[in-house]
């Protein structure tokens, strides 16, 4: 049986994960080539697993806990795709908040399943508004040292960092990113992308098209410092019904949304790592998007339509309790569905801070 091309993109949460991996599977499947996508959270109800499959990708998802400690779900969940449709290229998303994938991912795809998986280089997308406040001395970031610990984490084991969202990022500015990168990682190599406008996109397919020495750099990491970095995260997954008795704009509803929640988070003082919310309709889709406290909200995949009745995902990562965040989620929701005329129903809320990760399996020296 042929090896599964199997391509693990990481990077802080929000920094353009899924949005690269749609585009890398809109290029590989123009290739002729079939593409598998595998997403990845702490509960159930993923803004990106809905969002994956309204474009029309096929997605498997592992939901519950992320994929170092939920190896086995992994597995399964790629031996599902493969059932279904025999992929010739799997590509991966963990969740944001996750490090030490080489360690408990990639080098367990490695060494105790060899010659499935032709691992590709280990990529993670590099988040400017946050990477600028993490990595610049003296900045306040909006995290907390233990959550800027991960960040830097993450980007200590990448075969190569993405400097994403070069659309909107000044030329000074993509260097001064470069430049902060590299004193830290002075040996990896950096593309800059757009995954919005695929800028870049010619080269993060050459890179990840190589063979050789990759998926290696084991971390030297503490677990206390990354369980408590992580749990600083509010979690929370919610679906709600939407109905109203004159159609409505559904895009103006999913930005009221996240609008109302970063007002009241930025009274609160609470950072956010990413807020998102996907609306499904019968007709369409639409997913609007806050990526940091200093950003505004904004309409990513726009619906364009009108309705009478949408389904509503939020998922939310920010520095708060997540019983506050529960509360203010509810709150902004049905406001935002008032004010169009609509009234929601709720049917799941699930709010957490992320439990110490565990892993499956942890390798400490890299093949
Ligand atoms: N302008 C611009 N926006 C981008 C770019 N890449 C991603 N975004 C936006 O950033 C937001 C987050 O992108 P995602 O692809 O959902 O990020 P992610 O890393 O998958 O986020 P999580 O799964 O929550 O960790 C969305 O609103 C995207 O439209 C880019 O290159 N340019
Ligand atoms: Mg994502």
């Not at 029309?56 to 795709?81: P, Y």
């Not at 994938?101 to 280089?121: E, M, N, R, S």
């Not at 907390?144 to 500015?173: C, G």
């Not at 988070?265 to 609470?270: K, N, Q």
Request: include cysteine.
């Amino acid at each position: 049986m042929k090896s599964m091309r199997f391509i693990m993109l990481g990077g802080f949460l929000g920094a353009g994960k899924t949005t690269t991996i749609a585009a890398l599977a809109r290029h590989y499947q123009r290739q002729g080539q079939i593409v598998g996508i595998v997403t990845n959270d702490q509960a159930t109800d993923l803004v990106d697993t809905h969002a994956l499959r309204a474009q029309g990708h096929l997605v498997g998802e592992v939901a519950g806990a992320c994929f170092c400690c939920n190896f086995n779900d992994l597995l399964d969940t790629i031996g599902k795709l493969q059932s279904a449709a025999q992929p010739d290229v799997v590509l991966a998303e963990p969740v944001g908040s996750c490090t030490d994938l080489v360690a408990t991912v990639v080098q367990p795809l490695v060494q105790l399943h060899q010659g499935k998986f032709d691992i590709a280089p280990y990529g993670v997308i590099l988040k400017p508004s946050h990477g600028l406040r993490i990595l610049k001395p003296n900045e306040r970031s909006g995290f907390s040292p233990k959550a800027a610990y991960i960040f830097r984490k993450q980007l200590e084991e990448a075969d190569f960092v993405l400097i994403n969202r070069i659309d909107e990022l000044r030329p000074e500015e993509a260097d001064e990113l470069s430049a902060l990168v590299a004193a830290e990682f002075p040996s990896t190599p950096q593309l800059r992308i757009s995954a919005k406008t695929e800028q870049g996109f010619d080269g993060l397919v050459e890179f990840l098209n190589q063979r050789g020495e990759f998926g290696r750099r084991i971390l030297d990491l503490d677990y206390d410092i990354y369980a408590e970095g992580e749990a600083e995260l509010g979690w929370l997954n919610a679906s709600l019904a939407v109905q109203a008795d004159q159609p409505f704009a559904l895009d103006d509803l999913l930005l009221d949304i996240i609008g109302r929640l970063s007002a009241v988070l930025g009274d609160l003082e609470a950072e956010t790592a990413h807020l998102k919310v996907i609306g499904l309709s019968e007709q369409s889709f639409g997913v609007a998007n806050l990526v940091s406290s200093l950003s505004q909200p904004e309409l990513s995949l726009p619906s364009s339509c009108r309705t009478v009745g949408a389904n509503i995902i939020v998922n939310a990562r920010v520095a708060i309790d997540p019983e506050v965040l529960a509360r203010e989620v509810r709150s902004s929701a049905d406001a935002a569905c008032r004010a169009c005329g609509a009234e929601a129903t709720w049917k799941t809320v699930q709010s957490f801070r992320p439990g110490r990760p565990v892993p499956t399996h942890r390798m400490a020296v890299g093949m």
